[in-house]
């Protein structure tokens, strides 16, 4: 029955400390959300399968609880459930009548299994039924364009990613992130470091072992090909999984979709709708070329990098560490998860700087990523293209992301920034 199903979802209502076997470690991001509880608009939460957005419902309803809502009044439905999947919209709010006539805030999870769910939000919000609704789906077109068209200036997004390394360390046990402390332990840093370039920052994944992680990571892959794009949009598992697999395995490399169509066999114009496919789902990032002409923009190739390092290595064709794209890799999906509006940008005789920070209509910021910025003809490749780029756009200072040198040169009258990985992940926000 669907009421014994809701009443598996709501622990709380019979033991409020249960919440504690559901909530794992609270996110950074926790406070921002909690932040917006004020606000009586529809809070989505959107994210990559399996990032943690279940979770940060628990830990926002755990939250609620200690400041005084009463269990009673919080209602919990998943709809990747069957049972409650199959029922009703009418249905599911008779059962929580029936169970709990005093519910004021309601979570809707995975949204996305339930047709018509939108709408249905919609006319709970404007009739003031509850006080609070908050949804999640593990789409981002499920969220962005579904709510964009039909819930118009009733709700706030919220995005949930993969952890950040400030939340992988504190996942391993690390308490303390002041200047000082994180100068004085470089080395364990590192090796950190080098741990989250590999295993990424899946919640599920951590803190288990290597065979338990290519288990978890192939089933995330296998449910966001299968669930997130063959399903939702009546397309071919198959083909989704030839083009990611050469994604991720290309990854930070320039691709075109006739490239992409070459390799897969297939038509440019179904290679364009796979790899819009690949987005929505949340699996892979783009990088567009800058330039002020958007029409040499648009004509341009972009790079493709995956939303978790750990996802990535365990599905794609690797035959080298790769250590560098790993790094590029983490920084891209940093500058994401910080809103930044990032380009590449190259010349046309190859020089290349990985990453161009623009803001408003100046460019701001330019970073390069170099494993090893102590090998000569690296250091000089890179120092090249930097150079050239803050030249072109008038910079004084450019930075160099490297796995652990940490210092600062002139040249050419400009100021060069050398940063470790960890100290700008964890110290340049």
Not at 128 to 156: E, M, N, P, W
Not at 241 to 262: C, Q
Request: glycine share 6%; charged share 30%; aromatic share 12%.
């Amino acid at each position: 029955m669907i009421d014994d199903s809701i009443r598996q979802w709501n622990p709380w209502w019979a033991d409020a400390e249960s919440l504690k076997q559901l909530c794992g470690i609270n996110r950074a991001s926790l406070k921002s959300l909690l932040g917006l509880i004020t606000l009586r608009h529809i809070k989505d939460i959107t994210g990559v399968r399996r990032a943690g957005k279940s979770t940060m419902m628990y830990q926002v309803i755990s939250a609620m609880i200690s400041q005084g809502t009463k269990p009673e009044e919080i209602a919990f439905i998943n709809f990747d459930d069957a049972m409650i999947n199959e029922a009703g919209f009418d249905e599911t709010l008779n059962s929580l009548d029936k169970i709990s006539p005093d519910i004021k805030f309601l979570f809707l999870d995975e949204v996305q299994e339930k047709h018509g769910w939108e709408r249905w939000a919609r006319t709970l919000y404007d009739t003031h039924r509850y006080k609070q609704i908050f949804v999640s789906g593990s789409s981002s077109s499920v969220l962005s364009k579904d709510i964009g068209r039909v819930l118009t200036g009733r709700h706030i997004s919220f995005h949930v990613w993969p952890l950040s390394f400030r939340e992988y360390l504190i996942f391993h046990g690390w308490e303390k992130f002041d200047k000082g402390y994180l100068e004085s332990n470089k080395s364990k840093l590192l090796h950190y470091q080098k741990g989250y370039l590999e295993e990424g920052g899946f919640p599920e994944a951590m803190l288990k072992t290597n065979a338990e992680k290519k288990i978890i990571f192939t089933n995330i892959y296998n449910d966001i090909l299968s669930r997130d794009i063959a399903a939702r949009y009546n397309a071919s598992y198959e083909i989704a999984k030839l083009i990611s697999y050469h994604l991720l395995s290309n990854m930070t490399k320039e691709f075109s979709y006739r490239s992409i169509a070459t390799a897969a066999g297939i038509k440019p114009e179904t290679a364009e709708i796979y790899t819009g496919y690949l987005k929505e789902s949340l699996m892979v990032l783009t990088l567009e070329f800058f330039s002020f002409k958007t029409k040499l923009q648009f004509k341009q190739n972009k790079k493709a990098y995956c939303i978790d390092s750990g996802l990535r290595n365990a599905v794609s064709f690797r035959i080298t560490e790769d250590k560098g794209k790993l790094m590029e890799n983490a920084v891209m999906v940093e500058l994401a998860r910080r809103d930044r509006d990032a380009y590449y940008w190259k010349t046309k005789d190859g020089k290349e700087v990985d990453f161009l920070i623009k803001e408003g209509t100046k460019v701001k910021e330019l970073l390069q990523v170099c494993f090893n910025a102590n090998e000569p003809q690296t250091k000089k490749r890179e120092l090249n293209s930097l150079i050239e780029a803050m030249e072109e756009f008038k910079l004084k200072t450019g930075i160099v992301i490297t796995e652990n040198m940490d210092t600062e040169e002139k040249v050419s009258g400009k100021t060069i920034r050398f940063l470790p990985l960890w100290k700008w992940l964890l110290c340049s926000q």
